[in-house]
């Protein structure tokens, strides 16, 4: 049996072992990891700390690119002031958990062709997912953490397309976690790697959100 000898740690043993939410020395809040808000004025920092992430756990790494970048950063380009109040400060904290909804079934990542749809009716959204290939697929942290989506959509208003725009969808309960009416979530189960990752497919009937969920920093919708 190989022994270590006295003067080396064992590098598989924690050092210090002590819950995170109460070590002020390395909890995430204490060392305000570079996330959405301050990396507006200095976005290496948050390209570093991705890389340094990576080294740790690329799963872990995946799952925080989600959620500060793709996510919170475009709430912070793409959304305006109310949707910064709403959640910046708790995407930051991971009060808010969020994913990134692009990707769909049947188009991957082209976006024209997308079949997801947000028709304008009554001053609100109605989100849907008409066929099997309008799916969200890959999403990470659908699966188990997010609370929020972006959904990227065709907006259709009195019939005509006025093409992708992003909307900020509730799909799960904060208190319960349990999805939102109409919005069904499945896990795509195993993968060949990095299955610290929860990826899911995510699918919305006919679900109907505030006139704020437009993401409007570039367009908005007059009532």
Known sequence: MLSTPSRWR?????????????????????????????S????????????CAALADVSMATKMTVQYNLFGG?????????????????????????????????YGNNAVCMETTATFDNGSF?????TPLAQKYWITNGAVHAHWAVVFAQLLIGGRNEGIHGFLVRIRDHATMMP?????????????????????KLAFDHVRVPLDALLDAT?????
Not at 14 to 26: D, E, I, K, N, V
Not at 126 to 130: A, H, L, W, Y
């Open 10 to 38: 064992d590098v598989r043993a924690p050092a210090r072992s002590f819950p995170l939410s109460t070590s002020p020395p390395t909890s995430v809040h204490a060392r305000r990891f570079p996330t959405p808000t301050p």
């Open 40 to 51: 507006l004025s200095s976005p290496m920092r948050i390209f570093a700390a991705h890389e």
């Open 74 to 106: 475009t709430i912070l380009k793409l959304g305006t002031k109310k949707h910064h109040d709403l959640l910046l400060d708790g995407i930051d904290s991971l009060e808010h958990v969020g994913c990134f909804g692009l990707t769909e079934a049947g």
């Open 126 to 130: 109605v989100i849907n997912t008409p």
């Open 180 to 200: 939102m009416p109409g919005v069904t979530i499945h896990d795509m189960g195993h993968k060949m790697g990095s299955n610290g990752v929860d990826n899911a």
């Open 219 to 223: 367009s908005s919708v007059r009532v």
